[in-house]
């Protein structure tokens, strides 16, 4: 099964002060067709290697459901590991210390997880994947500067909005 993803609404943050979901990220209309295109390219040895740089496939099960999900997203390697990032809800069924299956080019294996909520660590390693993926900056509503920086205010737009940076280190 195949996760149906919508986009998170606005609301203050709780009382442990983690942030609401919110509006930054928005999905495509043709989103769900994307991503079965995007699951069969990763899925095949040879065109793997060209969208593999930038996209990799994490396969969640849920929490409280069992279900399976099986989400493309685009990555980023940093300092030994891909970083991804999302404000949806798949995003909540990963834990730290948790590991979890994802395809990196062609090929199904695990790696450890390492979940950042907080606003550090989320505005950090938004930054980083914002720097290195113009695509992953628009699709979160993250601006630059004249300079090419990301900018800041919309880098803590994100995380409020309930942002997760998720590393993942392939086994």
Known sequence: MHARMTSPTTGPPDAAGQPAP???????????????????????????????????????????????YTIPVACTRHDGS???????????NLRTGEPVDIRL???????EVQVRTDEAGVVGLYAVMA???????????IGFDPAGTPDPADLRLAWAAGARAIRLTPR
Request: hydrophobic share 40%.
């Open 22 to 68: 919110g509006t930054r990220a928005h999905l495509l209309a043709w989103q769900g067709l994307t991503n079965r295109i995007v699951r069969g390219l990763l899925r095949t040895p040879l065109l793997c290697r060209l969208a593999g740089n930038r996209l990799i496939t994490v396969y969640v099960v849920g929490r409280t459901s069992g279900r399976h």
């Open 82 to 92: 891909l970083v991804i990032g999302t404000p949806f809800a798949w995003g909540r």
């Open 105 to 111: 080019k062609g090929k199904r294996r695990p790696a």
């Open 131 to 141: 720097r290195d993926n113009r695509s992953f900056a628009k699709f979160n509503k």
